[in-house]
């Protein structure tokens, strides 16, 4: 509104010594009049301006700066100041506020006042700000000290309506033709008035006066007033918006009936689709009704010049039509488990209260007994949560059995089922957690799963951070456990039918000794099972917390092969030391690892059982890795037909070449006791114990342009392996273009050592994948130049059935051939 920020007053203040000066710039379309108090006697007069003319009361209507001078010194002890506008819908009535200026000479006492009037026809309606307006008996005070008076003209004269507070049930009022709003606000107090919207509306025939009040929810009396000075035959109608759930009664305070001339003064009473119910003053009033209603007080016709007249102060009490329902939860005999109950949604008419006191929430605690009482309440408007603690002390005194994780049982008068269980488990520092199925395996709940479902259970930290989903298989073959370092909470959440006490345990819960790692999931695939697994970092999908290492223990049956994949991936940005994947084959000293700075590799393919251990640095950013195993049968019995038949033939095939070569040799010997031995790149490799790709010890990914006597000879002059030769190394390897060898591999010291002037040649992952097992081969790990030594001196058979081996994964890089009838060991 416009007229608001010109209704900002300047004020100057000057004082002189016998009076007092000040500013005044009056808003356009109102009055400003101080006039002096009435019960004040006093000769100090206002001047306006330079006029010399003083007097008892001036009146400005100039929106201009205009100076007040007062011939006393203080001028507020006997002057108020009234702000005045005229609203006159008969011309026009946009729907506009009311509004008072805030700032005109705060320390007067300030009277705003609205004269409000529309045709005769019509009626002035005044909707009062949320939270409405209280009405007072006009003796009373209101705290804010912000008074409200409305009164109305009528031909008969002036009807005082009422006097009103802010906040309070009357959110609107209509009246005839003419009338005036008055906020009288002392002075020293801040001006802090909401705004009232007024319209112009058409006449009700049911009341000359009707005001709307809106009863709040709860237990309250609510105190109304009739106007004063009623005249003959007028109506005053209230109507009351009741709330749900609730009752009201009527009471009739105190009245005085007037000495009618004729008619009587009748007080009516109406509902939506009941018929009215008429009563006199003296009646008792309406008890126990439910509904909005209105009630509508008529005048007589007064004889004249008699006292007194109408006049009804009544009151409207509203409360809880239900009757509370009783619950004694005791916890008394259980000092581990609390309880909730709390409200699902805000406008609920359901009334919980404790021991006779209305709450929010309700907290049973453990070893406590409460009474509680539940108002109106349904089943689905309440949440009810046992919170069950298991807590171990010391590791001695902990039951290192399974402790079954069963929904507790609660007092059956609670008025909706158990929505939520939370098992808190704590142990002293250097006790772990141990979580298994109470039958069977655990599963955990892959990404995109609903962690929520019948008989899963959520297990997360102290700090929030989620170890993961799980529910149980009812067989193995899946996860055997899982064990944390810290602190967990353990929630299951209801489904649609609530928990059910019969639903058997969860999980079993056991607490073990100091493990090496933040978390260890331990598991022992079978392919009939599951035949895929995933592997989430902890707290996938957000970040695995900073500094924390978690180890997965994959078992995996012994004719079976797994192929790990990295599916989703994100590395954070290390400000200390680094993150690390590990991959290592059990039983094994080859693992292939990488850290942040490295490109991730996407398959493994993995012989047996392994473990894949990351740890994480002092992280910024996310690390969370999405990976999957999937089993495959190893086929033993179709390589071994084909290596077979491969076998003999190249057998013949070198057993020719062999005789030839060792001919020639012999005779170069006679010259030379050197020599060199060109082997055909890619064919110095032994498929079977070869685990990981890029593993430095896999020697027999070395290829040997030129190989010393000595080296060829080697073992026979000293069976310790590689160490011996690592003071000559002539070794040439060759990094495999596109080797899945990520930059950060992590290398043992000593075989960087070892690597120093090699060209090291990666495996070809991809033909990596389909490497049968090796064959039980007198062959010992290859361990360097060994392997080559054995190859070209040892037994010849055994040099035939690596090579036909070697030959046979080329040719069928598909093992999931047909099985034969034929046993591998039978062929050889
Ligand atoms: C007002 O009255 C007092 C005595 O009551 C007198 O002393 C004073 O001069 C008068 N002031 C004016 C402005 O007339
Ligand atoms: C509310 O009113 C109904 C009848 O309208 C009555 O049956 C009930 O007892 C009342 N409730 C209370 C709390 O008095
Ligand atoms: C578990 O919580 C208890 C109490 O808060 C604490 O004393 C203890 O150190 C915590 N245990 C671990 C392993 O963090
Ligand atoms: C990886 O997982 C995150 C979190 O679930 C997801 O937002 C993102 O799309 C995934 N990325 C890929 C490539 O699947
Ligand atoms: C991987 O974690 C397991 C279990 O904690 C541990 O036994 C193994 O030594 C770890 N391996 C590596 C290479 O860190």
Not at 40 to 68: F, I, R
Request: proline content about 7%; hydrophobic content about 35%; overall charge negative.
């Amino acid at each position: 509104m416009g007229s608001l920020l010109l209704g900002l007053f300047l004020l100057f203040i000057l004082q002189t010594s016998e009076g007092q000066v000040e500013f005044v710039i009056p808003e356009p379309g109102t009055r400003v009049i101080i006039e002096k108090i009435s019960t004040v006697v006093s000769n100090c007069t206002v001047c306006v301006g330079d006029s010399p003319t003083c007097g008892p009361k001036a009146t400005l209507t100039d929106p201009q700066n205009t100076k007040l001078t007062f011939t006393c010194p203080k001028p507020q002890d006997i002057f108020s100041v009234e702000v005045n506008r005229d609203i006159d819908c008969s011309k026009s009535c946009a729907q506009d506020t009311i509004h008072p200026a805030s700032s005109i000479l705060p320390n007067f006492d300030r009277f705003f006042t609205w004269d409000l009037k529309v045709s005769p026809t019509k009626a002035f309606q005044l909707d009062f700000p949320a939270p409405g307006m209280k009405q007072i008996q006009s003796s009373e005070q209101c705290l804010d000290k912000h008074t409200y008076t409305i009164v109305t003209y009528s031909r008969a004269g002036t009807v005082n309506i009422g006097t009103f507070c802010q906040t309070g049930t009357v959110s609107r009022m209509q009246f005839l033709w003419k009338g005036r709003v008055s906020l009288a606000v002392p002075r020293g107090t801040v001006l802090n008035s909401p705004d009232f919207n007024y319209s112009e509306t058409i006449v009700s025939s049911a009341g000359s006066v009707i005001a709307d009040a809106v009863l709040a929810r709860g237990m309250s009396d609510s105190d109304f007033f009739s106007p004063t000075n009623i005249p003959n035959d007028y109506i005053m109608k209230w109507n009351f918006v009741v709330p749900p759930m609730h009752n009201f009664t009527v009471n009739f305070v105190t009245y005085t009936e007037p000495k009618c001339q004729s008619k009587v003064v009748k007080v009516l009473y109406q509902q939506d689709n009941k018929s009215p119910i008429d009563k006199t003053l003296a009646d008792n009033q309406l008890t126990n009704y439910q509904g909005n209603f209105s009630l509508s007080l008529t005048n007589c016709e007064v004889k004249k010049g008699e006292t007194p007249s109408l006049f009804l102060h009544f009151r409207v009490s509203v409360f809880r039509s239900g009757t509370p329902y009783l619950c004694t939860v005791d916890l008394q005999n259980d000092k581990s488990l609390r309880v909730e109950l709390e409200h699902k949604t805000l406008d609920s008419f359901c009334e919980l209260s404790v021991d006779s006191v209305v709450q929010q929430a309700v907290t049973v605690l453990p070893g406590s007994k409460a009474l509680l009482s539940f108002l109106d309440c349904r089943s689905d408007e309440l949440r009810l949560t046992a919170t069950k603690t298991i807590e171990c002390q010391t590791l001695s005194s902990c039951s290192l059995a399974g402790i079954p994780l069963t929904v507790p049982a609660l007092d059956a008068c609670l008025p909706t089922p158990l929505q939520e269980v939370v098992w808190v488990l704590q142990m002293p520092q250097g006790v772990a957690i141990e979580l298994k199925a109470p039958q069977g395996s655990l599963k955990q709940a892959g990404p995109g799963q609903d962690c929520f479902t019948s008989m899963s259970v959520l297990v997360s930290e102290a700090d929030g951070s989620s170890v993961g989903c799980f529910s149980y298989l009812g067989s193995k073959g899946y996860m055997d456990k899982v064990q944390i370092a810290s602190n967990v909470t353990v929630t299951a959440v209801a489904g649609a039918t609530g928990l059910s006490q019969n639903g058997g345990p969860f999980l079993s819960v056991s607490f073990s000794p100091r493990i090496s790692e933040n978390y260890i999931y331990t598991m022992s695939l079978s392919p009939l099972a599951i035949p895929s697994v995933s592997l989430m970092t902890p707290n996938w999908p957000e970040t695995m917390k900073s500094e924390s290492t978690a180890s997965w223990i994959i078992n995996i049956p012994e004719e079976y092969s797994a192929e790990l994949s990295f599916l989703n991936v994100s590395l954070p940005s290390c400000q200390e030391r680094h993150m690390e994947v590990i991959v290592k084959e059990m039983g094994s000293e080859d693992e292939i690892s990488f850290r942040e700075d490295a490109s991730v590799p996407q398959t493994f393919s993995l012989s047996g059982s392994f473990y894949l251990n990351m740890s994480n640095c002092e992280s910024a950013g996310r690390f969370a890795i999405l990976s999957q195993i999937s089993l495959q049968k190893k086929s033993k019995k179709v390589l071994s037909i084909i290596l077979g038949v491969i076998g003999v033939l190249l057998a013949l095939l070198l057993i020719v070449l062999i005789v030839v070569c060792v001919i020639v040799r012999k005779k170069k010997r006679q010259l030379t006791n050197r020599s060199s031995i060109n082997m055909p790149k890619g064919a110095a490799f032994l498929p079977g114990d070869a685990s990981f790709p890029t593993a430095r010890t896999n020697n027999e990914s070395h290829v040997y342009d030129y190989i010393d006597d000595t080296m060829v000879y080697g073992h026979l002059l000293n069976e310790d392996g590689p160490g011996h030769f690592n003071g000559h190394q002539v070794d040439t390897y060759r990094m495999f273009p596109g080797s899945t060898e990520p930059t950060g591999v992590q290398s043992e010291p000593d075989r960087s050592q070892a690597d120093e002037g090699d060209s090291y040649r990666a495996f070809l992952a991809p033909s990596e994948t389909f490497l049968p097992p090796r064959p039980r081969s007198p062959l010992g790990p290859l361990n360097s130049v060994g392997f080559e030594d054995r190859r070209m001196v040892d037994n010849e058979l055994y040099t035939f059935k690596n090579i036909s081996d070697q030959k046979a994964i080329n040719l069928f890089d598909d093992d999931r051939l047909p099985p034969p009838d034929v046993e591998y060991d039978d062929v050889f």
